[in-house]
Nanobody
Framework: QVQLVESGGGLVQPGGSLRLSCAAS????????MAWYRQAPGKQRELVAA???????GYSDSVKGRFTIFRDNAKNTVWLTMNSLKPEDTALYYC?????????WGQGTQVTVSS
């Protein structure tokens, strides 16, 4: 069973930066699409950024221009660099991997943007 382990969350002031990482415990045999989602208290989980097997990236309008997703296939790792953070970015951030038959989620890492 593949496990996704996220790290890099924390408390940051508005305007600050954080980098999240997500490492898969093993390869699923193919280079699969990966993504970052987030869920704020009382809200539904939402897609933040996604990256294809060919490293084409896409972003939600709320983070476009501030967040960057990138991956290292050899290391089974994906990162999310977050700049110009706002209080509304506060949420639990989850890593996601979409395999051909299964979907995997990390346990989440908390990001809190507050002064």
């Amino acid at each position: 069973q593949v496990q996704l382990v996220e790290s890099g969350g924390g408390l940051v002031q508005p305007g600050g930066s954080l980098r999240l990482s997500c490492a898969a415990s093993e390869s699923i045999g193919i280079v699969a699409p990966m993504a970052w989602y987030r869920q704020a208290p009382g809200k539904q989980r939402e897609l933040v950024a996604a990256i294809s097997s060919g490293s084409t990236a896409g972003y939600s309008d709320s983070v476009k221009g501030r967040f960057t997703i990138f991956r290292d296939n050899a290391k089974n790792t994906v990162w999310l660099t977050m700049n110009s953070l706002k209080p509304e970015d506060t949420a639990l951030y989850y890593c996601n991997l979409k395999g051909p038959t299964d979907e995997y989620w990390g346990q989440g890492t908390q990001v809190t943007v507050s002064s």
